[in-house]
């Protein structure tokens, strides 16, 4: 673990500053959609002034593995397409995580809002969250045990609450450019990488294409409204 660079925020400078701007188009691009929504106007405001420093202030203080009071391995990519599912006629029987490259010692908690935000459906989001945040902790409490952990180390799921409030901008992250982007039509995204939908010249037909997204829209009218109630916008 010691060996483990930080969190690609911290440890590749150049790579913040690509991703802080990739936010603040997209929060700005969407901002525009969001303010014509019925009470909806202040958020958006708000989502534009989350952006350059105030972002990068935002989501840095959240990384440091001194601020968790849990620390696992953070996958730091985990969604969808990075879990090979086992199937057979009745449905999934195992899971196995893939693609470690940008992983990391932190917080849980990341893992948990990136998962959520971008592979969860809409409708289990609204009314099975707390109940798949107690989910984890059952089965990360039933694995330590297994493992023979000091019992009195392990952590309560009091911790885990905490840790997924402490971090929740980390969602607002997730639901502004990575959930958004993982949204695109294949008709766009056929023959192009990322680099070449993030060129300023392809840059207004990819948002036009991700903002007429139902998904996306649906998403970002449920989590913004969740997201500025709990004051994680101010």
């Known amino acids: 673990m010691a060996e483990l660079k930080e969190f690609y925020f911290k440890s590749e400078p150049g790579i913040m500053e690509l991703l802080a701007k990739l936010t603040e188009d997209y929060a700005n691009y969407s901002s525009k959609v969001v303010e014509k929504w019925p009470g909806y106007a ?3 405001e708000k989502m534009r002034k989350n952006v350059g420093d105030t972002f990068k202030q935002k989501i840095l203080k959240i990384f440091p593995k001194e601020q ?11 969604w969808i397409k990075n879990i090979l599912m086992l199937r057979d006629a009745e449905g999934p029987k195992d899971a196995i995580f893939v693609d470690y490259q940008m992983c990391f010692e932190g917080s849980p908690a990341l893992d948990i809002h990136n998962l959520f935000i971008t592979s969860v459906k809409l409708d289990v989001l609204k009314t099975k969250r707390l109940e798949l945040i107690r989910h984890y902790y059952d089965v ?5 045990i297994a493992c023979d952990y000091n019992r009195d180390d392990i952590p309560t799921l009091d911790d885990i609450l905490y840790e997924v409030q402490r971090t929740e901008f980390f969602s607002y992250y997730e639901l502004v ?8 039509s294949d008709k766009l995204t056929e023959g192009l990488g990322v680099g070449d939908l993030t060129e ?3 840059m207004e037909r990819t948002l036009k294409d991700i903002y007429s997204n139902r998904r996306v829209l649906d998403t970002y009218a449920y989590e913004l409204r969740r997201l500025d109630d ?3 916008l101010d």
């Open 230 to 232: 709990l004051g994680i």
């Open 177 to 184: 450019f990575p959930f958004a982007q993982t949204n695109l």
């Open 140 to 144: 990360l409490r039933t694995t330590l």
């Open 68 to 78: 968790a009071l849990v620390k696992v391995l953070v996958h730091a990519d985990l």
């Open 200 to 202: 300023e010249n392809n």
């Open 42 to 44: 202040k958020i958006a």
